[in-house]
């Protein structure tokens, strides 16, 4: 059973970093994408970024401006999101989000796409 558990999220100043992380289990292969989706009340969900889980190639949506980066740790099946510069319009819900593939390239297109859901975690970035 595929499971994913996030942390890291919290109340942060404009302009602040925040490292959010997610430990995935249940896999029984390297042949996944990892996931970060974000959610406002009231918005659709929409991804962040993303990464091939055994390559470790990473997708990221244009509109961060780089401020985002997406790794992982294979040997603790946990992939992380390091937010940098963080701005009022970053606050939302962080899910972490998983589906099998072989494809070295995972996309944000849609959650649809992806299976697996954490709970997630929340992140405020406010004066």
């Known amino acids: 059973q595929v499971q994913l558990v996030e942390s890291g999220g919290g109340l942060v100043e404009p302009g602040e970093s925040l490292i959010l992380s997610c430990v995935a289990s249940?896999?029984?292969?390297?042949?996944?994408?990892l996931g970060w989706f974000r959610q406002v009340p009231g918005k659709e969900r929409e991804g962040a970024a993303c990464?091939?889980?055994?390559?470790?190639?990473?997708t990221y949506d244009d509109s961060d401006d780089a401020r985002f980066t997406m790794t992982r740790d294979k040997a603790k099946k946990t992939v992380f999101l390091k937010m940098y510069s963080l701005e009022p319009k970053d606050t939302a819900i962080y899910y972490c989000?998983?589906?099998?593939?072989?494809?070295?390239?995972?996309?944000?297109?849609?959650?649809?796409?992806?299976?697996?859901w954490g709970q997630g975690t929340q992140v405020t970035v406010s004066s």
């Open positions: 989000a998983a589906r099998p593939s072989m494809s070295e390239f995972c996309d944000l297109r849609s959650p649809k796409n992806y299976d697996y």
């Open positions: 249940g896999f029984t292969s390297e042949y996944y994408h």
């Open positions: 990464i091939s889980f055994r390559e470790g190639t990473t």
